[in-house]
């Protein structure tokens, strides 16, 4: 009796390997059905939310390193799976798109991996798109039923594609600052030569005209103005662009007002800078809802100098999406 309980006790390898697969396979076919549920609740919806026919824009940019891309999925994927569950549709129809961009990085830097588990990781960014897609869709339609199943389905998409990775490499978890600005323009922080950080800019483009104006501040919310003398060099540096850099100035020496005619000067100095202005510079280049473009900006004057490292750079008009596939 006892001999017979220890045989039955021990465990069979065959039968572990066999249950493993069991289960792995159970999961695919969990999720996959969750996708099919999603799918069904935002069907029959109007999808036309007013958005028109452009294309939808992240507002970062995806980090070129495996590990610093794993920490900002990871983030961006709590951010949607919180806003998905407390129905704020405002962050989880930015954030998607930003979590969206990110996981489609992943792929060119997932090569490292060994065939099976890069196969396994390209099905799952695959299965990944298709469920922020149907989350898109629940958003615009405003569908909280269908927005949080499609952020389950997400959720357990990206722990299986997580699993695809080493570790070390998604252990990280970035942390997330808005890129948009009080104005509706892009966030970024600039640096004095030693490399400490100084305060923080917003440059909005106004996708009408292809104009551009520029705030610096000592706060990230940009209340407190960081002023420079009125002849500071400002120039803006593009990536990839028809025209590589502009110069930016004030509007006028006397109130230096920006376009919602907001004065700017104070006892002679100045945190608001233009492009094109008066100049007569062409800046049609600039124009148009889909522009896109990675930027640096590069400050000059005589109480110092500042430089950005690259942001984003997206008209401040709003965001247009395409309809998924």
């Known amino acids: 009796m006892n001999s017979k309980l220890k045989q039955n006790s021990r465990t069979d ?53 495996l590990h610093d891309l794993w920490a900002s999925i990871n983030a961006y994927g709590r951010i949607v799976a919180e806003a998905a569950a407390t129905e704020n549709f405002a962050i989880l129809h930015k954030e998607q798109i930003n979590l969206e961009t990110l996981i489609a990085a992943l792929g060119p830097v997932s090569q490292d991996l060994e065939p099976a588990k890069l196969k ?42 997580k699993a695809q990775y080493p570790k070390a490499a998604t252990a990280g978890m970035a942390e997330v600052k808005d890129a948009i600005g009080p104005h509706q323009g892009m966030l970024a922080e600039f640096k004095a030569a030693g490399g400490t950080t100084a305060g923080h800019l917003e440059l909005k483009l106004h996708d009408d005209k292809g104009d551009l104006e520029l705030w610096l501040a000592h706060d990230s919310a940009i209340t407190k103005p960081f002023d420079l003398p ?6 803006v540096s593009f990536e990839g662009t028809k025209v590589e850099s502009v110069p930016l100035a004030i509007r006028n020496s006397s109130r230096n007002e920006d376009e919602d005619g907001n004065a700017n000067m104070r ?20 124009t148009g809802g889909d522009f896109r473009a990675k930027v640096t900006i590069s400050i000059s004057s005589s109480t110092g100098s500042f430089q950005t490292g690259p ?10 999406h395409a309809p998924h596939p």
């Open 267 to 286: 006892d002679g100095g100045t945190n608001y800078f233009i492009f094109p202005g008066d100049t007569g510079a062409d800046s049609s280049w600039l």
């Open 230 to 235: 009125t002849d500071a060099k400002v120039t």
């Open 13 to 65: 390898p065959n039968q572990t390997t066999s249950m493993t697969k069991h289960l792995t396979a159970l999961a695919f076919c969990v999720l996959l059905s969750a996708l099919a549920s999603a799918a069904e609740d935002t069907a029959g919806h109007d999808h036309d939310h007013g958005h028109g026919g452009g294309q939808h824009h992240a507002t970062i940019v995806a980090p070129g390193s």
């Open 311 to 320: 942001f984003l750079l997206i008209p401040h008009a709003p965001h247009e």
């Open 120 to 161: 396994r990781a390209e099905g799952m960014i695959t299965n990944a798109q298709r469920a922020l897609g149907l989350l898109h869709e629940a958003t615009g339609s405003g569908d909280a039923k269908a927005a949080r199943s499609a952020a389950t389905s997400l959720s357990g998409v990206l722990m299986v594609l």
